[in-house]
DNA sequence: TTTACAAAACTAATAAAATTAGTTATTATA
DNA sequence: TATAATAACTAATTTTATTAGTTTTGTAAA
């Protein structure tokens, strides 16, 4: 190797931090290769691009999230799994307005490896709804279900969708509480 | 006027035109003016730039869809039009993609003309919620909550986050009846 | 009908960004 | 110590947004 310590990680980790502190819109190879010290071609050794480098940030950030869901969820199961889980899945998005930004990429990237990894949440999420005893495809409705409300609570409030007049960690709650409540009872239903 | 009939709303449709069918990460200024017959420079004559293009879409798309959504509503009330405007927001983001993307600006671009415009569909909502009789704090909630809800699944769906495993359009109806019933038993609860 | 003004097109030029090609330097290892 | 691979560099190209300045054209007043 030659030269300084910059390597395909470290890359990734200063794009990580552009995107979170300036936005993930203002990413760029200039940008990129300044922060490291560099010159912008030399960024070439390290990625194939502009786009695979975002390729590799939705990955990256996919399982960063999903770690940090599944970190959430030890030790701890049925409701209390799902709460401790969605405010971790809130939390990530906080403190990662950009990478989380990054882990959703316009529908024409449609990458293998991307949609691999979104997987790995939604088996997670399965294994954490497996104490409601779900019939199969009950399972599949709540984990879309439960998706569509944790990324749309924290993609809204993310683009500053809500006004400030109420506490918004109050109404996360009452979001997931109201939703949970009622997989419960669907699933008490069914027995 | 000189030449061409080209106005505002012209350079509007075009360019919802090319995003709905290229992507919106695809509109620039230069495919922009190829469509209308123009060159690049011609449109300043119309937007201010870029910034100002994307900004316009976005008020543009947020009036469309609360228009799409305030029709939904006519003429029913409490559950019936919750669900009808639901499905019809998940219609427009299918229909509308590029569109839909639009409305939903980085929390960097923060603008006053779209923070209004976004407040008309929360007021839409909380009129059609008035039939539940909720408190003030808890319309507020609810509202976050079915935004966050219909937002968050259009957006997983767009963004191929679904897998083709089970009808898609089954799962939204399972996910806004759960949580619609848990509003409306809270609603009760209350009196 | 002619003239004058304003709006909207144009050409030319600049700046920033991504990318490619080809070259030089450095470091690990044979 | 020599060499081969890796990663830096410079130079050049392409694309895009944007600005400045000019020309054209349609409308409306004289």
Redo the contacts with the bound molecule.
């Keep these: 190797?030659?030269?300084?310590g910059?390597?395909r990680q470290t890359v990734l980790e200063a794009a990580v931090k552009i995107i979170d502190t300036e936005g993930f819109e203002n990413?760029?190879?200039?940008?990129l290769?300044k922060t490291l010290?560099?010159?912008?071609?030399?960024?070439?050794?390290?990625v194939?691009?502009?786009?695979d480098l975002r390729k590799q940030l939705a990955v990256y950030g996919i399982n960063r999230l999903k770690e940090t869901m599944a970190e959430a969820s030890i030790g701890l199961s049925g409701k209390n799994a799902i709460f401790s889980l969605g405010t971790a899945y809130v939390s990530f998005v906080r403190e990662h307005p950009g990478l989380y930004e990054a882990t959703l990429p316009s529908a024409s990237v449609l990458d293998e490896e991307i949609l691999h990894a979104g997987e790995g949440i939604v088996n997670l999420l399965l294994r954490v709804l497996q104490d409601f005893h779900l019939e199969h495809e009950d399972a599949i409705h709540a984990v879309r279900g439960l998706r569509s409300l944790v990324h749309g609570f924290a993609s809204l409030e993310l683009k500053n969708g809500f006004n400030m007049e109420l506490d918004v960690d109050v109404s996360f709650k009452h979001l997931l509480e109201t939703y949970v409540n009622g997989i419960e009872r669907g699933s008490k239903k069914n027995k």
Tied chains: 1, 2.
């Excluded at 010290?37 to 390290?46: A, E, M, Q, R, V």
């Excluded at 194939?48 to 786009?51: D, F, L, R, V």
């Design positions: 190797m030659a030269r300084k910059i390597d990413l760029s190879m200039a940008a290769a010290g560099i010159k912008t071609p030399s960024l070439y050794n390290h194939k691009g502009m786009s």
